[in-house]
T-cell receptor, first 113, second 113 residues
Framework: AQKITQTQPGMFVQEKEAVTLDCTYDTSDQSYGLFWYKQPSSGEMIFLIYQGSYDEQNATEGRYSLNFQKARKSANLVISASQLGDSAMYFC??????????FGTGTSLTVIP | DAGVIQSPRHEVTEMGQEVTLRCKPISGHDYLFWYRQTMMRGLELLIYFNNNVPIDDSGMPEDRFSAKMPNASFSTLKIQPSEPRDSAVYFCASNHGGDSPLHFGNGTRLTVT
């Protein structure tokens, strides 16, 4: 069974500081993908970053980076230099070999000025 | 690129009524997904299609729910009869498989009274 676990229901970070949002996954597939999405209070789902299971380097997209530790089955999102606009729900997702996407329960991030 | 288009944005209906949610995926995307988001259950995959064919509908809650994709540019999710516990935000998403992320519509907020 595929499973995504986000253990932090809520996180706080000071503006301009970095924050790490945790995600672990469980799969028996050899090929899979890991994604992070942001959901602001307005409700839309915004794609942030992607990591393939065979990628050896951690993915980066601007202030977002993905700390991928395959042996530990973790795919943590790191947001550097937090901004007030980063306050939102963040979802980790895994795509399996069959192109099915499974989502974690999300982490609510609040950036404090 | 117009993005994934969902309609209506909001739907309020009475218990027992039929509800139809609509989705237009991004042109060229051959996978289409329907998700339901609630506070209690998070993001649940209801059903997904590949090239207009339903691949996995194991997430459809019960027979009251049905989904169709008559062509590559249109899909519907129907609930008949609706119940208050169906109240949720329903998202449609699409991608073209492989490493591509899901692109989400803005969702339909359904309230069943």
């Amino acid at each position: 069974a595929q499973k995504i676990t986000q253990t932090q229901p809520g996180m706080f970070v000071q503006e301009k500081e970095a924050v790490t949002l945790d995600c672990t996954y469980d799969t028996s597939d050899q090929s899979y993908g890991l994604f992070w999405y942001k959901q602001p209070s307005s409700g839309e789902m915004i794609f942030l970053i992607y990591q393939g299971s065979y990628d050896e380097q951690n993915a980066t997209e601007g202030r977002y980076s993905l700390n991928f530790q395959k042996a530990r089955k973790s795919a943590n999102l790191v947001i550097s230099a937090s901004q007030l606009g980063d306050s939102a729900m963040y979802f980790c997702a895994m795509r399996n070999t069959g192109n099915q996407f499974y989502f974690g329960t999300g982490t609510s991030l609040t950036v404090i000025p | 690129d117009a993005g994934v288009i969902q309609s209506p944005r909001h739907e309020v209906t009475e218990m027992g009524q039929e509800v139809t949610l609509r989705c237009k995926p991004i042109s060229g995307h051959d996978y289409l997904f329907w998700y339901r988001q609630t506070m209690m259950r998070g993001l649940e995959l209801l059903i997904y299609f590949n090239n207009n064919v339903p691949i996995d509908d194991s997430g459809m809650p019960e027979d009251r729910f049905s989904a169709k994709m008559p062509n590559a540019s249109f899909s519907t999710l129907k609930i008949q009869p609706s119940e208050p516990r169906d109240s949720a935000v329903y998202f449609c998403a699409s991608n073209h498989g492989g490493d591509s992320p899901l692109h989400f519509g803005n969702g339909t907020r359904l309230t069943v009274t």
